[in-house]
């Protein structure tokens, strides 16, 4: 059994599918002060899920095609749905808008696309920026996060609901990975030269972070260097995301 079995915690309420291991997508939201749970209406979930206020947006397979569903906990009902064009990760904020990344598995950069759901307007939107779908995307009062790209270089940026965008952290090619936002500051975690994960923090007014050089002491990778004509070729690694190969070519014997 595969199936992931997603939950999403806002405050007090946890929404959750309460008998993942059957093939049924259904949700509840429980409040965790009263007890009190709530069912959604079926099918519900089955893909990615996020809740935020009122909200609760999930991803889903239908006849129609993979679908994006924004339910509005208040009403009881769904407030929008709309196509997914293959969502790898999502955000919710508090009125109901989502933004989304896609992406495809082994390029998650070079196939990258940054999309912008809301109640008034719930058809994707497709913004009109390199984004990376490999560490998520995050929307906080209008405001995206999300991970950019030019060539090998990484960058966490900011889209303001103006399409301006403004560099928060260059990680130029240091190997990132998540990150989150919370009021006025963001935190986001990198590889180090231990090959550990360093952990950073800043307030979203400062100048951009910059993690500098991908540099650091490369070791070899582990196994046997298999010899072809004469020529053995070995891994390099380097923790902070820089990688190559060391070439040894047999010359002639020496005596």
């Given at each position: 059994?595969?199936?992931?079995?997603p939950a999403a915690l806002d405050g007090n309420r946890l929404a959750y599918d309460?008998?993942?291991?059957?093939?049924?997508?259904?949700?509840?939201?429980?409040?965790?002060?009263?007890?009190?749970?709530?069912?959604?209406?079926?099918?519900?979930?089955?893909?990615l899920l996020d809740m935020r206020g009122r909200f609760v947006a999930w991803t889903?397979?239908?006849?129609?095609?993979?679908?994006?569903?924004?339910?509005?906990?208040?009403?009881?009902?769904?407030?929008?749905?709309?196509?997914?064009?293959?969502?790898?990760?999502?955000?919710?904020?508090?009125?109901?808008?989502?933004?989304?990344?896609?992406?495809?598995?082994?390029?998650?950069?070079?196939?990258?696309?940054?999309?912008?759901?809301?109640?008034?307007?719930?058809?994707?939107?497709?913004?009109?920026?390199?984004?990376?779908?490999?560490?998520?995307?995050?929307?906080?009062?209008?405001?995206?996060?999300?991970?950019?790209?030019?060539?090998?270089?990484?960058?966490?940026?900011?889209?303001?609901?103006?399409?301006?965008?403004?560099?928060?952290?260059?990680?130029?090619?240091?190997?990132?990975?998540?990150?989150?936002?919370?009021?006025?500051?963001?935190?986001?975690?990198?590889?180090?030269?231990?090959?550990?994960?360093?952990?950073?923090?800043?307030?979203?007014?400062?100048?951009?972070?910059?993690?500098?050089?991908?540099?650091?002491?490369?070791?070899?990778?582990?196994?046997?260097?298999?010899?072809?004509?004469?020529?053995?070729?070995?891994?390099?690694?380097?923790?902070?995301?820089?990688?190559?190969?060391?070439?040894?070519?047999?010359?002639?014997?020496?005596?």
């Open positions: 059994y595969d199936r992931e079995a309460p008998d993942p291991c059957d093939e049924v997508p259904r949700l509840v939201v429980a409040d965790l002060g009263t007890g009190v749970t709530t069912a959604l209406p079926e099918p519900a979930g089955g893909g889903a397979t239908s006849a129609g095609g993979p679908r994006l569903v924004v339910h509005d906990l208040d009403i009881g009902t769904t407030a929008y749905t709309a196509p997914n064009p293959g969502v790898t990760a999502l955000d919710l904020d508090a009125d109901g808008t989502v933004a989304a990344v896609t992406g495809k598995p082994r390029r998650l950069c070079s196939t990258g696309r940054l999309f912008r759901y809301s109640v008034a307007a719930p058809a994707p939107e497709e913004l009109d920026v390199p984004a990376c779908a490999s560490v998520g995307v995050r929307i906080e009062r209008g405001r995206i996060f999300f991970l950019g790209w030019d060539g090998p270089t990484r960058t966490l940026r900011e889209l303001s609901p103006d399409g301006a965008v403004r560099d928060l952290v260059r990680f130029n090619r240091v190997a990132a990975w998540d990150f989150d936002v919370s009021g006025e500051r963001v935190a986001w975690a990198a590889r180090d030269c231990a090959g550990d994960e360093a952990i950073f923090t800043s307030r979203l007014s400062a100048p951009p972070s910059d993690m500098g050089s991908s540099d650091c002491m490369a070791r070899f990778g582990p196994g046997v260097a298999p010899v072809r004509r004469g020529v053995a070729t070995v891994p390099l690694r380097c923790p902070r995301g820089c990688f190559g190969d060391l070439t040894l070519r047999h010359m002639g014997w020496h005596s």
